[in-house]
């Protein structure tokens, strides 16, 4: 069996028809849910591409893996899927976005080059790279945001768009005139982007898939990462995604004015930011979320070119299909845009199973609430794989028995982490770095939110606030509730998550071993070690005398 695991940057939990969406039509992700389960609590461990990427890769929270933000490179030597497949007979192939950033100085510490295998895979967060495009060719004063090669930049010069960057000029950008209408002002996100349909981000990494599909044919079995940078920002879609929706498709912001009134510290500095300050307008939400809308709109469209294929070519009845997000994004809920908090519109994600064996078939077209982790699926991934889960290594839990109908004990909360100690709200708060981190716990019903720094916690009650908009931590009138989420907290924090060299049955095969090679310390008359042990140990020494 093969897996395509495909993620899309950005895409909140409820922005498909099969969540609920009043108005966008999803009819591929309800396709995939109606031959699947849909996990309906799915929440990331990182509200943030890197970090929450590389829980995804590594099956592991941030606080273990250690690469909490962008640009924190995963440390040389931190086991992937990929490296986890690989032992059960998978290949694991990108094609797409990692946001990885590679450990170098660990790497020339060991003297790994990237031309070698090894040295590749640790440079690609594990994975055999048949592209690699993480799809933000900002350019400015000082260069590339990215300073890598971009290959889709190369395929736009190749079908005659000229420009040093023509991923911001045509993929990316409008017409305004004779002006180039960049897709970074929001009010431009209304303009069809000046590019060819098929020529746009979303169709152009599709037909990257589809060439890997057709060419791994018949060899071994393989999972590809499909990642896709869309509908993450610019909030511009070529024709004829651009103008599918309107300001009459823009359901009202989720905020409430009781969120403004003495926020927590953390959330307040968020509520200040650009980005925050930008979708309070109203104005900008309905330039904006149409866009995004079209965006999704394309990434359904390009699914069903995946699905189609794979039905046509026979592969649907032996390949996987996992539809997820990095993250959400707020969209101007909460007073707030982009991601990085816990609310749901930020932290919870879509998340879509379609396994194609028998054993599923109980559970097609269903749903499931239990609390899912993002690092549950490289736990699931292996065991689809027929290997075993090195569960001292791999912190999630394999999705297997939800998707036979079984109804396994599972986890009682799941958690989140975010490290903002790199952006202005942690210098405007006056924090060191190593206090601006912030832990979600939530239990189904309550969520909490612990800040170091010497801040007060937050905390909602789902059942009668689903919104989040009271934050019952301000007063002392849930203290019980919160205490008891700390204790959650602390035992997560006191987590087996470091002893990654031995698996609980290499400690158990090591117990009572030295016994048996001839150690035998502290021992007070000899009576303590068992007579044909001891025999052979005076009979080896009595020889020795003798010889």
């Known amino acids: 069996m093969n897996i395509l695991f495909i993620m899309y940057d950005q895409l909140r ?37 890197g970090g ?28 992937t899927m990929g490296d986890h497949l690989r032992n059960s007979g998978m290949s694991c192939w990108l094609i797409g976005k990692t946001h990885m950033k590679a450990d170098v100085v660990g790497m020339e510490r060991l003297g790994l080059s990237t031309d ?17 495009d993480d799809g933000l060719w900002g350019h400015g004063p000082d260069g590339f945001y990215d300073e890598k090669r971009s290959p889709y ?19 990316n950008a409008g017409v305004d005139g004779e002006d180039v209408a960049s897709g970074w002002i929001f009010k431009n996100a209304d303009k069809p982007a000046n590019i060819m349909e098929q020529d746009s981000e979303t169709p152009w990494l599709t037909t990257k898939t589809l060439e890997f599909i057709d060419q791994m044919d018949g060899k071994e079995p ?64 309905q330039k904006v979320i149409p866009a995004y809308m079209g965006l999704i709109k394309q990434c359904d469209h390009q699914l069903g070119r995946l699905l189609d294929h794979l039905e ?14 990095d993250h959400g994004d707020y969209l101007g809920d909460h007073w707030l845009g982009e991601k990085d908090l816990f609310h749901d519109p930020s932290a919870k994600v879509p998340m879509i199973i379609y396994d194609p064996r028998a054993h599923a078939d109980a559970t097609r077209g269903t749903t499931c609430d239990a609390l899912v982790e993002s690092i549950d699926l490289a736990a699931t991934f292996v065991e689809a794989a027929g290997g075993k889960v090195a569960d001292h290594i791999l912190e999630g839990r394999s999705l297997m028995p939800w998707l036979k109908g079984e ?43 612990h800040a170091e720094g010497g801040f007060r916690p937050m905390l909602f009650d789902l059942e009668t606030d689903p919104e989040e908009f009271y934050d019952l931590a301000k007063g002392d009138s849930h203290k019980a509730e919160v205490d008891r989420l700390y204790g959650h907290l602390a035992k997560w924090g006191l987590r087996m998550s470091q002893r990654v060299t031995k698996s609980e049955d290499d400690i158990k095969a090591m117990r009572g071993r030295s016994l048996r090679r001839g150690i035998l310390p502290f021992l007070a008359d000899g009576t303590e070690v068992d007579e044909e042990l001891l025999s052979k140990y005076r009979g080896k020494v009595k020889q020795k005398f003798v010889e």
């Open 52 to 79: 929450s990427r590389m829980c995804f890769y590594t099956g592991r929270y941030a606080s273990s893996h250690g690469a909490h933000w962008n640009g924190f490179p995963l440390r040389v030597g931190e086991m």
């Open 407 to 449: 109804r396994p004990e599972w986890r009682e909360y799941a958690i989140s982490e975010y490290d903002y100690s790199a952006t202005p709200q942690a210098m405007q708060l006056g924090l060191e770095p190593r206090d601006a981190r912030l832990f979600m716990v939530f239990d189904g019903r309550y969520k909490l939110m």
């Open 222 to 285: 393989w999972l590809a990462h499909v990642s896709y940078i869309k509908p993450h920002w610019p909030y511009i879609v070529p024709a004829p995604y651009h103008n599918m929706f309107d300001a009459s498709h823009v359901s009202p912001a989720t905020r409430h004015e009781v969120e403004l009134e003495n926020p927590h510290p953390v959330f307040g500095a968020y509520q200040g930011n650009k980005i925050a300050l930008a979708f309070q307008k109203e104005e900008v939400r």
């Open 116 to 132: 070698s295998i090894i040295g590749a895979r640790q440079a690609e967060c594990g994975f055999d790279t048949w592209i690699r």
């Open 13 to 49: 939990f409820d922005y498909l028809s099969c969540a609920g969406h009043p108005y966008l039509q999803t009819p591929n992700f309800d396709r995939v849910a109606a031959q699947g389960v849909r996990f309906t609590n799915a929440y990331v461990q990182s509200p943030v591409c």
């Open 153 to 171: 930049n190369a395929y736009l010069n190749s079908k005659g768009y000229e420009s040093e960057n023509p991923w911001a000029d045509f993929a």
């Open 312 to 325: 046509d070519t026979g592969r649907l009845q032996d390949t996987m299909i996992v539809l997820t997000s």
